[in-house]
């Protein structure tokens, strides 16, 4: 995981900011047996030895945030960002392809008592 983060101050009332996520990350089981069970179904298939076979789980995420601040009063102030987070599943056999791209908007107002 690798984060990012810069703040630069434009004027005594407004701010930017960025911020920077990289994650890597990758799981997977490592094989085991499980005894028979005393009283089995018919159909009993009970070979979980391939288990390690299909549980491998990889993913990358990359995410980008560029937000401002504007304080237009002594206790108030909007604000505003935009993020966009990329995913990309290299096991995608797994839960199905979950690899995409999400943006995300906010825009709200802050007020002290």
Do not use: H
Not at 53 to 74: C, M, P, Q, R, V
Not at 94 to 110: E, K, N, Q
């Amino acid at each position: 995981m690798l984060f990012l983060n810069a703040v630069f101050n434009t004027s005594e009332k407004t701010n930017l900011y960025l911020d920077g996520n990289y994650t890597s990350a990758t799981y997977s089981f490592n094989p085991f047996e499980l005894p028979e069970p005393e009283e089995a179904p018919a159909n009993w298939e009970g070979d979980f030895s391939q288990i390690n076979e299909y549980s491998d789980l990889g993913y990358k995420i990359l995410s980008a945030t560029l937000g401002g601040n504007w304080k237009f009063a002594s206790r108030s102030s909007l604000y505003g960002t935009f993020t966009v987070m990329d995913f990309q599943d290299d096991q995608e056999y797994v839960y199905g392809d979950l690899s995409g791209t999400l943006y995300i908007t906010t825009l709200g107002m802050r007020i002290g008592f």
